[in-house]
Nanobody, 122 residues
């Protein structure tokens, strides 16, 4: 299971850090991705990290503002979000894939967390 947390209400320009905690399996063996889904829109990939932590991918919309990282010892993956914009408002999900490379394509993932809401508004 994956548990996403850390969402909330933040003003434009602010920061939030999301956490994705794995339980029941060793997330260190898996690539992990963060995805988001805004009302009326399809789920889109935001960032991903490989099982080694050496390879990261980011959507163009978040490059330079979001940073993905992982704490292997604690089976946790983080998404640091800076300079947030109203367009970043969405439910954010984390997911794990067994190949280990990470991907921004949600079809690559088989284990999903429940989502955490991020609202960027003044």
């Amino acid at each position: 299971q994956l548990q996403a947390s850390g969402g909330g209400l933040v003003q434009p320009g602010g920061s939030l850090t999301l956490s994705c905690q794995a339980s029941g399996f060793t997330a260190a063996w898996h690539g992990v991705g963060w995805f988001r889904q805004a009302p009326g829109k399809e789920r889109e990939g935001v960032a991903s990290i490989s099982n080694t932590g050496e390879d990261e991918m980011y959507a163009d919309a978040v490059k330079g503002r979001f940073t993905i990282s992982r704490d292997t010892a604690n089976d946790t993956v983080y998404l640091q979000m800076d300079r947030l914009k109203p367009d970043d408002t969405a439910v954010y999900y984390c997911a794990a894939e067994v190949v280990g490379r990470g991907s921004l394509d949600p079809r690559s993932y088989n284990d999903w967390g429940q989502g955490t809401l991020v609202t960027v508004s003044s």
